[in-house]
Structure formats: structure tokens, C-alpha cells
């Protein structure tokens, strides 16, 4: 059973890939990371990893010995479905997900992928936020 992450090249994907890999350590699991966008194009979409950040991943879960796979699913599907099927699939033992503050008016037009996922995901769902605090200085 796989611990699934959903994996975007921002700090909020970041907090997600870092507890993902805890997780997976501790319960002696492979980690799928999976990085979907819900744009059209595949050029220029910031949710998409390019070649280098996938390479920089690899080497990261490598590093840590994380048996692992990285899926970049073409966009048959919102972000959510593909989290929730790939999950569904390979019958995950969690789903990790980092979250980000939107706004009320955000969330109404662009719905939230986080939402879809807690609310729908048939195994526990772990939501992280990236972590804010100042570092250095005695912090």
C-alpha cells in the first residue's frame, strides 16, 4: 500500500513531498508522487514539474531511500480525480496534500482540489501547510 502524494513545484508541494517521505519512512512504504495541473496547456503551467524539478525530486526520495515512482498523468482529469483514482488504484494508505489560503471568492470560482480530495479520498487524507515561521536567530 503506497503512501500517494500530490506534488506541485511550489513550497506547498514541497510540505507535501517532506511529510509524504516521513510517512512513507515510517510505515516502510513506496511513495507515489503524482503532479497534475488542471490547465489545458501543458507549456508554461505552473503546477506542472519540468524535467528538472522531477530529477531534483528523484534524487531527493533516492537519497532517502523511498522506493518511489513519479507520475505526470495528461490531463484527462481535474487534479483531485487523478489523486483520488491513482489512490483508488493502487490502494493507497494515505494521500498526502499540501494546502494553500485562498480566498472565499477563489474557492467559489475555482473550486478547491484540497476540498475534493478530503471530502472524497476512501483512505485517510493528511493535509500540510508550508511552514511560515522564521528560521536562524534562535527560531
Given at each position: 500500500?503506497?503512501?500517494?502524494?500530490?506534488?506541485?513545484?511550489?513550497?506547498?508541494?514541497?510540505?507535501?513531498?517532506?511529510?509524504?517521505?516521513?510517512?512513507?519512512?515510517?510505515?516502510?512504504?513506496?511513495?507515489?508522487?503524482?503532479?497534475?495541473?488542471?490547465?489545458?496547456?501543458?507549456?508554461?503551467?505552473?503546477?506542472?514539474?519540468?524535467?528538472?524539478?522531477?530529477?531534483?525530486?528523484?534524487?531527493?526520495?533516492?537519497?532517502?531511500?523511498?522506493?518511489?515512482?513519479?507520475?505526470?498523468?495528461?490531463?484527462?482529469?481535474?487534479?483531485?480525480?487523478?489523486?483520488?483514482?491513482?489512490?483508488?488504484?493502487?490502494?493507497?494508505?494515505?494521500?498526502?496534500?499540501?494546502?494553500?489560503?485562498?480566498?472565499?471568492?477563489?474557492?467559489?470560482?475555482?473550486?478547491?482540489?484540497?476540498?475534493?480530495?478530503?471530502?472524497?479520498?476512501?483512505?485517510?487524507?493528511v493535509a500540510v501547510k508550508p511552514d511560515r515561521r522564521p528560521r536562524g536567530r534562535g527560531?
Open positions: 500500500m503506497p503512501v500517494i502524494v500530490g506534488y506541485v513545484p511550489t513550497p506547498v508541494g514541497e510540505a507535501a513531498l517532506e511529510r509524504g517521505i516521513h510517512e512513507a519512512s515510517l510505515r516502510g512504504e513506496r511513495l507515489i508522487i503524482v503532479n497534475a495541473s488542471a490547465g489545458d496547456a501543458v507549456e508554461g503551467d505552473s503546477a506542472l514539474a519540468t524535467a528538472a524539478a522531477v530529477a531534483r525530486v528523484a534524487g531527493q526520495l533516492e537519497n532517502a531511500g523511498i522506493e518511489h515512482e513519479i507520475r505526470q498523468p495528461q490531463r484527462t482529469h481535474s487534479p483531485a480525480e487523478e489523486l483520488l483514482s491513482i489512490a483508488a488504484a493502487d490502494e493507497a494508505s494515505m494521500i498526502v496534500i499540501g494546502l494553500r489560503r485562498r480566498s472565499p471568492v477563489g474557492k467559489m470560482l475555482f473550486g478547491s482540489t484540497a476540498q475534493e480530495v478530503l471530502l472524497n479520498a476512501d483512505c485517510p487524507v527560531h
